[in-house]
């Protein structure tokens, strides 16, 4: 009879980037931008604590908006945050949704 062990890897575990349903409510709004013409590019950095998609509105000025996913351990106060082209954080959350919702709104006034 044979025995298995089950090894459980905790760096398997840890978050290293978006995941697919992330990834997916992001590239959703950004491509309903693209279609209206506001935004033209993007951008993924991967970093050590955190992981980023920037929009941009030309390849090249400053992102106009950085979506950026904590993925510290540590540091559990905020999961996600907006950053707008200046660099200030437009909000903090723990949902990707409510970050998201800080584009849409300024998306309807563009489309109206």
Do not use: C
């Amino acid at each position: 009879m044979f025995r298995y062990k089950v090894i459980h890897n905790q760096k398997f575990e840890e978050e290293k980037f978006f995941n697919k349903k992330e990834l997916g409510e992001i590239l959703n709004l950004y491509g309903s931008m693209v279609s209206v013409g506001e935004w033209k590019d993007y951008a993924i950095f991967i970093n050590k604590n955190i992981v980023g998609f920037n929009i941009y509105r030309k390849a090249t000025e400053n992102p106009l908006y950085q979506i950026i996913k904590n993925l510290s351990t540590k540091s559990r106060n905020h999961k996600y945050s907006i950053k707008d082209q200046a660099g200030s954080i437009l909000k903090n959350s723990n949902q990707l949704k409510s970050i998201l919702e800080v584009i849409s709104k300024k998306k309807l006034k563009v489309v109206k």
